[in-house]
T-cell receptor, first 115, second 114 residues
């Protein structure tokens, strides 16, 4: 079956511009996660969605970051007024029910480069 | 808070050598433990997992045992192949639901030479 898909695969933007990253989870998975992978910080958890419930935003690195999930499926991560330190690979994952023992399945990522 | 510590490498071995990648963790309660692997040019994929103490996860000849007394989840393989060259990440998911996401170690870059 189809895995987690993300778009775009690569995004180059100028400092100060807004960007939107999209994630399409595995069909039937209620839990969706966003992570950031960078050389300096490794893999960082950003935000978690369970179905249509409002997420806990405390893991987002700054108030320039926001995320939403429409209809309990597709999610978008938006970064406003991008900075060079936002350059990283943004990964999305989904799991069946969001239990701590569930396997998270990762998408291929979006590589963001802020010039 | 939760944390995972693993050797960062790079670790370079010859084909058919024995592999151990150490992983220790700090967490409250009873976390679930995972090893993820990232092959060159590919995304993160689950290698194996264990969800309670003394469980052993295994896959593709790799094994790891959840040791609560030593808070460890070391990855082992008896005979590595060139195709095992990749970056390996140890991770935990805190008990009580997945809302905190996975906490990852820094990753271990493994290079297997023929």
């Amino acid at each position: 079956g189809a895995g987690v898909s993300q778009s775009p695969s690569n995004k180059v933007t100028e400092k100060g511009k807004d960007v939107e990253l999209r994630c399409d989870p595995i069909s039937g998975h209620t839990a969706l996660y966003w992570y950031r992978q960078s050389l300096g910080q490794g893999l960082e958890f950003l935000i978690y969605f369970q179905g249509n419930s409002a997420p806990d935003k405390s893991g987002l690195p700054s108030d320039r970051f926001s995320a939403e999930r429409t209809g309990g499926s597709v999610s978008t991560l938006t970064i406003q007024r991008t900075q060079q330190e936002d350059s990283a690979v943004y990964l999305c994952a989904s799991s069946l029910a969001g239990d701590s023992s569930d396997t998270q399945y990762f998408g291929p990522g979006t590589r963001l480069t802020v010039l | 808070g939760n944390s995972v510590t693993q050797m960062e490498g790079p670790v370079t071995l010859s084909e058919e050598a024995f592999l151990t990648i150490n992983c220790t963790y700090t967490a409250t309660g009873y976390p679930s433990l995972f090893w993820y692997v990232q092959y060159p040019g590919e995304g993160l994929q689950l290698l194996l997992k264990a969800t309670k103490a003394d469980d052993k996860g295994s896959n593709k000849g790799f094994e790891a045992t959840y040791r609560k007394e030593t808070t460890s989840f070391h990855l082992e393989k008896g005979s590595v192949q060139v195709s095992d060259s990749a970056v390996y990440f140890c991770a935990l998911s805190a008990s009580g639901g997945g809302a905190d996401g996975l906490t990852f170690g820094k990753g271990t870059h493994l290079i297997i030479q023929p």
